[in-house]
């Protein structure tokens, strides 16, 4: 599925694989189904040269090249795949590190087609091993990294079934936030969502966007980190992070966007400041609501000078 050209490469061309597909040998590319691919040429119709890119190539690589790493105390051990989806993060145990056991287990209707070692159709909180477990690996990561809220699937997975002293991957996670600009995606969508016809939709104001790395205004700082060892189910409902920010040249960071109702005017030299807070829904627990509080501290003294602001950004409820 192609999505859009490159700007600054015209030759370069964006897809998105519909299908996974395993290169049958090393000239040639293996990817998912979600994958974004680089097409640099087209030798032909069949053969194209390209590369993978975006979050999910990029995740995918990260767990593979954990497990390439912990290859030798891998060996022998008992290893749980929480949300195995296609398998592939099972596989790479299996082929990279020769553990005694891996648990693929995955709700989706995909863990019927893994027709290889030990897979467990079914939810986390449902199925039953037969043994606990050295490693607990998962890729649970959703929107903002909470969305969706699977980590408390593989929080309680945890608790049931990783031995005393396993270990889990990932062992810590991190929500990262930057202040940025964003001029004309501003005026090109959310002027639309002000008044479309005639109607007050400000409301709905929450956006998910890449943002160019130009368009950063600092370097991002970590407003949360949770440790995996230690995070307990009931911490989830509500999670609070700080940040502090002094505006400086742009650096380079993709992130996605949460636009302000208005462009919030800031120089170089000022600070801003705030929390963050992580609420999950009461009623529609994979959903939460984000709330940023802010001020900023003008260098200069001048009219932006102690400006505060909040703003909820449900997700999606
Ligand atoms: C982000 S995907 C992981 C993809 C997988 N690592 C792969 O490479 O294909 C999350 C997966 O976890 C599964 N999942 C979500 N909650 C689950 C639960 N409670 N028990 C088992 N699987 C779950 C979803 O069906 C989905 O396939």
Same mark, same amino acid.
């Given at each position: ?8 490469d ?25 994958d974004? +691919? ?9 053969? +194209? ?9 990029? @995740? ?12 030798a ?15 592939i ?6 082929? +990279? /590190?020769?553990? #005694? ?13 893994? #027709? ?12 039953? %091993? ?8 998962? &890729? ?33 996670? /991190? ?12 005026? &090109? ?15 709905l104001?929450?956006n ?8 950063? +205004? ?18 989830? &409902? ?18 996605? %966007? ?8 800031? %120089? ?17 627990? @994979? ?31």
């Amino acid at each position: 599925m192609q999505t859009e050209k490159e700007d600054d490469d015209a030759s370069v061309e964006e897809y998105v694989a519909l299908s996974n597909f395993t290169g049958g040998g090393s000239n040639q590319l293996s990817f998912r189904s979600g994958d974004t +691919l680089l097409v640099h040429a087209k030798t032909s119709s069949e053969w +194209l040269w390209s590369e993978l890119q975006g979050a999910a190539g990029r @995740r995918t690589e990260a767990y593979r090249q954990v497990i390439l790493s912990n290859s030798a105390p891998l060996r022998n051990k008992v290893v749980m795949d929480l949300g195995c989806g296609t398998g592939i993060i099972s596989l790479f145990c299996a082929q +990279l /590190a020769r553990p #005694s056991q891996v648990f693929a287990v995955g709700a989706s209707s995909m863990a019927e087609y893994t #027709s290889w070692g030990s897979r467990t159709a079914g939810r986390a909180e449902d199925i039953h %091993l037969p043994e606990r477990v050295d490693i607990l690996v998962s &890729e649970w990561m959703g929107n903002c990294l909470l969305f969706e809220f699977m980590v408390e699937s593989v929080l309680l997975a945890r608790d049931r079934w990783l031995k005393e002293g396993g270990v889990m991957w990932p062992s810590s996670a /991190a929500l990262t936030l930057v202040p940025c600009q964003a001029n004309s995606y501003y005026a &090109e969508k959310m002027a639309f969502w002000e008044q479309p016809y005639g109607l007050d939709c400000t409301p709905l104001h929450f956006n998910s966007h890449l943002i160019d790395p130009s368009d950063c +205004l600092t370097a991002p700082c970590d407003v949360l980190r949770l440790d995996m060892y230690t995070l307990e189910i009931k911490d989830l &409902e509500e999670i609070k992070g700080q940040f502090h920010f002094g505006v400086e040249k742009p650096t380079h960071w993709k992130q996605t %966007l949460f636009m302000l109702d208005r462009p919030v005017r800031v %120089l170089e030299g000022d600070s801003i400041a705030g929390t963050i807070v992580l609420r999950r829904n009461p009623v529609w627990r @994979r959903h939460m609501t984000i709330t940023l509080h802010w001020s900023i501290n003008s260098s200069t003294g001048g009219k932006e000078k102690g400006q505060v602001g909040k703003k909820s950004f449900p997700m999606w409820r």
